[in-house]
């Protein structure tokens, strides 16, 4: 059973942007640090991006400049809008949700986000 709900994936272009969402619609998300994870066939569970439940922000180098996370509690929605995406952005995108509050975010390694979605589809090819 997925606790949140990721969507806003699809197939783009380099240079083209998404916006994809989070939610939980058997819960909230307005007390939680979320996270966004990302993996490409192949690969770990690679972390993108976090924002508390505060509002700190914290972001992978590979995304910076490119990425932002921010929420909207009264839409129960936290959002990764992705700028500028490139090929090796290519991944399926999960949101997280960390269970313990007072999470700012200074880091977001995986095994702290125990609450997950079942991920959507970016693909960036020309």
Excluded at 36 to 50: I, L, T
Excluded at 93 to 107: A, E, K, L, M, R
């Amino acid at each position: 059973q997925s606790q949140l709900a990721e969507s806003g994936g699809g197939s783009v272009q380099p240079g083209d942007s998404l916006r994809l969402s989070c939610t939980a619609p058997g819960g909230t998300l307005a007390n939680s640090a979320i996270g966004w994870f990302r993996q490409a066939p192949g690969k770990g569970r690679e972390g993108v991006s976090c924002i508390s439940a505060s509002g700190t922000t914290n972001y992978a180098d590979s995304v910076k400049g490119r990425f932002t996370t921010s929420r909207d509690n009264a839409k129960n929605t936290v959002y990764l809008q992705m700028n500028d995406l490139r090929p090796e952005d290519e991944a399926v995108y999960y949101c997280g949700q960390i269970p313990t509050s007072g999470y700012f975010c200074s880091n977001f390694q995986v095994s702290l986000f125990k609450s997950w979605g079942q991920g959507t589809q970016v693909t960036v090819s020309s």
